[in-house]
């Protein structure tokens, strides 16, 4: 079963347009199916950056004293309205417990 690009919403087998939105599935669209496996994301799915401060700072979560933070892509996967809110932005992680310190939507994602 195919994914709606634009809702996220599942387009049942043969239809050629998505249910909800009415948005036409590209032809030969790679669908990525997790429903086999045990959930999990692969490792190569999970890229991430990491970004060196130029001081140490205190994680707000955790406690631990910070030199590198992670930065992670953010994409909208799911709207059952016209929002007019950006597609995507990025969060940015402590790399000892995954709290997330600051996240920023933005229009260039």
């Known amino acids: 079963m195919a994914t709606c690009s634009l809702c ?5 087998q043969g239809l050629r347009r998505c249910p909800l939105c009415q948005t036409e599935a590209p ?8 429903s086999g496996t045990d959930g999990e994301i692969p490792p190569n799915w ?3 950056a990491l ?3 130029e001081r ?3 994680c ?3 406690r631990e004293p910070l030199r590198t933070v992670r930065v992670l ?17 990025r969060a940015i992680a402590c790399p000892q417990c995954e709290g997330i310190l600051s996240i920023e939507l933005s229009t260039f994602a």
């Open 56 to 58: 140490a700072a205190r």
């Open 27 to 34: 032809a030969g669209e790679i669908v990525y199916d997790l």
């Open 60 to 62: 707000p979560h955790c």
């Open 46 to 48: 999970q890229s991430t």
């Open 8 to 12: 996220a919403n599942e387009i049942p």
């Open 51 to 53: 970004y060196s401060l």
């Open 73 to 89: 892509r953010m994409t909208r996967t799911q709207v059952a309205f016209t929002s007019t809110l950006p597609r995507g932005g």
